[in-house]
C-alpha cells in the first residue's frame, strides 16, 4: 500500500509540475519512457525505466540524482525487473512476436556496479516471463515459443537446469 501511495503521489507531482515548467520533472524531460517499463526499486528510493534509446535509467526519487546504464543490443528492451533485495536489474530484450525470427536476451545488471553481470541468448525472440528467486541466489526465465525453461545462479550466470516444453510464464515460490 505504501509503495501505490508513493508512486501515486510521485506521479501526481510530475504531472502537475509539467504542466507548471517545475523543477521535479526535469529528469523525465529528455527521456520519452515506453508504456509498461517503469519500476520502483524494492526500497521505493529508486525508480528504473527504459528509454527508447536502449538506456536504463535509475533516478534517484529524493535527489533525483540519475544514474544511466547503456544496452549494446539491436532488440527491443521489453521490461525491466529488480530483485528482491534490489541488487540486481534483470531486463528481457527481444521481440514480442515469435514469428521474427530474431535473437532475443536476459540481461542482469549490477545496480551497484551498474554493469552487465550477465548475458544469456534466447532463440525464440525473447522471454515469455522471468523472475529471480526469494534469496537472490537464482533467475528463472521462459522462452516465448517453446515454453522451455532455464534456471542460472546469480552473479555467475552459470547454467543450472532446464525443463523442456513448460507452460511460458514463470515465478519463483515465497520460500524458492
Known amino acids: 500500500m505504501k509503495k501505490i501511495l508513493i508512486f501515486l503521489f510521485i506521479f501526481l507531482q510530475i504531472v502537475f509540475s509539467k504542466a507548471q515548467g517545475n523543477e521535479i520533472a526535469k529528469p523525465f524531460n529528455s527521456y520519452a519512457i515506453s508504456g509498461g517499463s517503469i519500476i520502483f526499486s524494492p526500497d521505493s528510493k529508486s525508480i528504473a525505466c527504459i528509454s527508447p534509446n536502449r538506456k536504463i535509467l535509475i533516478l534517484r526519487v529524493k535527489t533525483k540524482r540519475k544514474k544511466t546504464i547503456k544496452i549494446n543490443v539491436q532488440t527491443e ?11 540486481y536489474l534483470g531486463l528481457n530484450c527481444g521481440v514480442k512476436s515469435e514469428m521474427a ?18 548475458y544469456k541468448k534466447i532463440n525464440s525472440g525473447c522471454a515469455a516471463g522471468f523472475d529471480f528467486s526469494p534469496n537472490n541466489n537464482l533467475f528463472v526465465y521462459s522462452t ?3 515454453g522451455d525453461i532455464f534456471i542460472f545462479s546469480l552473479p555467475s550466470g552459470r547454467n543450472v537446469n532446464r525443463f523442456k516444453n513448460g507452460i511460458g510464464l514463470v515465478k519463483f515460490s515465497p520460500n524458492g
Open 77 to 87: 528492451l521489453i521490461n525491466i525487473k529488480y530483485s528482491k533485495d534490489g541488487r
Open 144 to 146: 516465448l515459443s517453446f
Open 101 to 118: 525470427g530474431r535473437i532475443g536476451r536476459i540481461i542482469i545488471i549490477s545496480t551497484k556496479k551498474g554493469k552487465v553481470i550477465v
